[in-house]
């Protein structure tokens, strides 16, 4: 019994071990084909992941060939309509020579030929060549660009040392805002003796009619003075009528009617802010509506801009005096390009940006070194401004170090800026100032 009970266990015990064995081998089994399976899945999402890849690659290169494509036929768009534009300016340009042709002596005595032209090839012929010839390519386009720089600053560097030509203006019908007084009364003066036709505007009838009177005395073809507020839009519209029934088609249109406070902001009243922007501003978008279209007509005509360089550096104490000033020069030089671009380009553009001019405007205000920063004198300021007109200037920054302060903003970091400033005294600029209202007191 007790043999058969010790055999009994001894294969109850083997057949637990083959039991083992065999879970172990089942488990075994399972281990790998978990595994295999396991590494299928792997497999497929990495082949998933490749193919997904694979045509975002391919969408990404048909993208970028789609935006090639695009580019090329915006490319070509392009240069078929500046060729068009080329033609019909070509073409326009034909009919306007042919009018100053026909033309006998009328009001319009002044034209593209009395330019100034400097020697040797025309620049628009240059032009035109290498437009004919460059055309379409891009390489040869930008060299074509670089050819133009060239010439364009070699004839600026000519100029620095031969004297400028200067156009005839006899004839001419010349509109002064703001003529009254200061910058616009020696303007007048100046153009007086130059065989014009004078309208003068200002608010101040009493300044308008003394600087009248002087023109009149110094030669002027005609006078005609007219009290006016060009910051109402209706009256600057209900003048210039009067004025084309009265006198004719103004030719020449300086814009230089402006006022300052010399408060600070949070202590300027709104209505002051808006005055200043409406006359400083808002007043050159009326007079070039109300003038322009005749300059247009005949594409002819000189839109001048009395702006300051408060117009090109913000200053502290003047910020809507500023803010119309930029606005001014950003109109001015916006019309100057459409004129351009439109094929208006008998139409010349000046614009102004004169640092302080001792007029009274400014009273009281100070330079801390007048050697690179001078205050101006108004009868100086007048002259460089008749200069700029008669050559067809189309920036007058006075003095020159002007210049040089707007190339340093144009990249220095704000916090150098403002070291140069408070250097320059820009920050001080304003501390003394009295103006011409308090002068009168
Ligand atoms: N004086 C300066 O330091 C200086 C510096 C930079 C720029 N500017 C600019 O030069 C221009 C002439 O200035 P100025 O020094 O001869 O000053 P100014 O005060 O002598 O002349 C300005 C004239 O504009 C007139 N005016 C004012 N408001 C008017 C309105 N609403 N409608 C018509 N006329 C109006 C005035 O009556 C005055 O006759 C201004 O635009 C001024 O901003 C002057």
């Given at each position: 019994m007790l043999r058969a009970n010790r055999s009994f266990i001894t294969y109850v015990y083997?057949?637990?071990s083959k039991l083992r064995a065999n879970q172990s081998f089942i488990t075994y089994v399972n281990v790998i084909k978990l595994r295999a399976a396991r590494s299928f899945i792997t497999y497929v999402y990495v082949n998933i992941s490749k193919l997904r890849a694979n045509q975002s690659f391919i969408t990404y290169v048909n993208v970028i060939k789609l935006r090639a494509a695009r580019s090329f036929i915006t490319y070509v768009n392009v240069n078929i309509s500046k060729l068009q534009a080329a033609q019909s300016f070509r073409s326009r340009c034909t009919l306007v020579s042919e009018q100053n042709k026909s033309s006998s002596g009328g009001i319009f005595t002044y034209r593209q030929d009395s330019f100034y032209h400097p020697p040797g090839i025309?620049?628009?012929l240059l032009h035109q060549v290498t437009i004919l010839v460059f055309n379409m390519n891009f390489l040869l386009?930008?060299?074509h660009v670089l050819v133009m720089s060239l010439y364009c600053f070699l004839e600026a560097f000519v100029k620095i040392f031969l004297p400028v030509g200067k156009k005839s203006i006899a004839g001419e019908t010349v509109l002064i805002t703001g003529a009254g007084s200061g910058i616009g009364r020696i303007l007048a003066?100046?153009?007086?003796?130059?065989?014009?036709t004078l309208v003068l505007w200002d608010i101040n009838l009493d300044g308008v009619t003394e600087t009248a009177r002087v023109a009149k005395e110094k030669g002027a073809r005609s006078v005609h003075h007219y009290q006016a507020d060009c910051s109402d839009r209706a009256e600057v519209y209900r003048l210039a009528e009067?004025?084309?029934q009265e006198v004719g088609d103004v030719t020449i249109l300086i814009n230089n009617a402006g006022?300052?406070?010399?408060?600070?902001?949070?202590?300027?009243?709104?209505?002051?802010?808006?005055k200043t922007l409406h006359v400083n501003a808002m007043a050159h978008f009326w007079t070039y509506k109300a003038f322009l279209p005749s300059m247009v007509k005949k594409n002819h005509g000189h839109l001048v801009c009395i702006a300051s360089s408060a117009g090109l550096i913000g200053v502290n104490g003047l910020a809507d005096y500023c803010a119309s000033k930029f606005a001014a020069v950003g109109f001015a030089e916006s019309m100057a390009l459409e004129l351009i671009a439109t094929g208006s380009d008998g139409?010349?553009?000046?614009?102004?940006?004169?640092?302080?001019?001792n007029t009274g405007m400014f009273d009281g205000c100070s330079t801390k070194w007048p050697r690179f920063l001078p205050i101006l004198e108004p009868e100086y300021a007048a002259k460089r401004i008749t200069n700029a007109i008669l050559t067809d200037q189309t920036y007058l920054f006075m003095p020159r170090s002007i210049n040089f302060l707007i190339f340093l903003k144009s990249f220095m970091p704000f916090k150098e800026v403002v070291i140069l400033g408070m250097y320059f005294g820009a920050f001080n600029f304003m501390d003394a100032f009295k103006g011409r209202q308090k002068k009168a007191d």
């Open positions: 083997v057949n637990i025309s620049w628009n386009e930008s060299l003066h100046q153009f007086a003796t130059m065989d014009v009067k004025v084309k006022i300052v406070h010399g408060k600070k902001f949070m202590d300027t009243p709104d209505l002051l802010v808006e139409i010349k553009t000046t614009i102004v940006c004169p640092y302080f001019v």
